[in-house]
């Protein structure tokens, strides 16, 4: 059995629907099929889940709703109307608008509640649209399927374990097609929580480490994953394969194509992911697996990601002061800031952060303590900081990648802030100033690639 998630694009119109339930109907094992919210038509178009949050955040400022509303309401009776299934608007339009007009006690819950409406009426769209073919579909509610999330202490919504024993019931009648929203899930209380955008890779990864599918099919855009953004590089290299651990890395890094969080159910059950193309069904994709049988090139990708800040904190012998990071590291658990890296040195250490969390009146908290509990020599912070990322599996094995990346970055004039290598030795990470992330790629690319 496959489990097979659509992309926003994927279901942006009639005709993309029409093309993914043929994909569907195409092999008899795709029983499981997750969506998400109707994405871009054209590209100056807006995406629906983009029209929602408008809705619910128009509301919560008390203004006049129902324009924004009878915007997304239209982009779904467009979508019925081409489908010719009038039948399913009336189901749809009773769900958003309840959600939409429902009583406001917590903005952040609010938001999640409506922005959900996008996926979960993409669902039902979907399912009316098998059925009206002659084949037999079924809209899961992922309440009533037993999809229960809570938050974690930084507000990320967390997948409850039950949830596996209770979605696993879904292959009970091998004859239907079940159709799931994608990117939320439910609190036990039967509150709305959703994943971070793009979260309805989550979902699919979860269905399927949950049904222990065969593979769990990502439908997107692109024939392939690539070494690098392909907005950035004409032609960039294609992954026909990948591993879990350099997928983690690349995603965690800036790649798009898959949600960071969606591998580690796939992981944990072993269950392949095969990247492939709405648009090109018969391309093979990338196949991100547990373990590579080949290796196209010795750096499988390039990526970045900006919106990072570090913190390096001096500190005269603090080698030799037993507990010190370890203090350093309760004082940012305590202040709710999670640590993405620490690069060190014998009497300086590096704390390197999400910006988003750590905001201007964090920093002054974390740094007054670490001054005063520690009694740090100095700290310097700096706010506006990218990370780059070279993965490979391939680096273990070889000798003087860091070298030719430093010395390219270096003769493109682009200041290294930050330069760390995993322990695993599968990735590099350099960090530098925000305005240089798309350029380091591209200079990386050109040295590692040599295109």
Known sequence: MKVSKFGGTSLANAFQIQKVCSIVLSDPDRKVVVVSAPGKRTKDDIKVTDLLIDVATTRIAGNDYKKPLELVIDRFREICGELEIPDALPAVEKAVTEVVEAAIYDNVS??????????????????????????????????????????????????????????????????????????????????????????????GSILAAALSAEVYENWTDVDNVYAVNPNLVNNPFPIREITYDEMRELAYAGFTVLHEDALYPAYVRGIPINIKNTNNPSANGTWIVSKRTHYDSLITGIAGEKGFSSVTISKYLMNQQVGFLWNIMRIFMEEGVSIEHIPSGIDTISVVVRKKYFTPEKQEIICNRIMKELNADNIKVERDLAIVMIVGE??????????????????????????????????????????????????????????
């Open 110 to 203: 609010y938001i999640d509640s409506v922005k959900a409406m996008g996926e979960d009426s993409s669902a039902r769209i979907v399912t009316e649209y098998l059925n009206s073919t002659g084949h037999k579909a079924h809209y899961c509610n992922p309440r009533e399927c037993g999809l229960f999330l809570e938050h974690n202490d930084i507000g990320k919504a967390v997948i409850l374990d039950e949830s596996y024993d209770n979605l696993s019931t879904l292959r009970k009648d091998e004859d239907t097609i079940y159709i799931f929203p994608g990117f939320y899930g439910y609190t036990k209380a039967g509150q709305i929580i959703t994943f971070s955008r793009g979260g309805s890779d989550i979902t």
């Open 394 to 451: 391939a680096m273990a094995n070889s000798v003087g990648i860091m070298a030719r990346a430093a010395s390219a970055l270096s003769n493109a004039g682009i200041n290294l802030r930050i330069v760390n290598q995993g322990a695993s030795e599968i990735s590099m990470m350099f960090g530098v100033a925000e305005s240089y992330c798309s350029y380091a790629q591209k200079v990386l690319y050109k040295e590692l690639f040599r295109y």
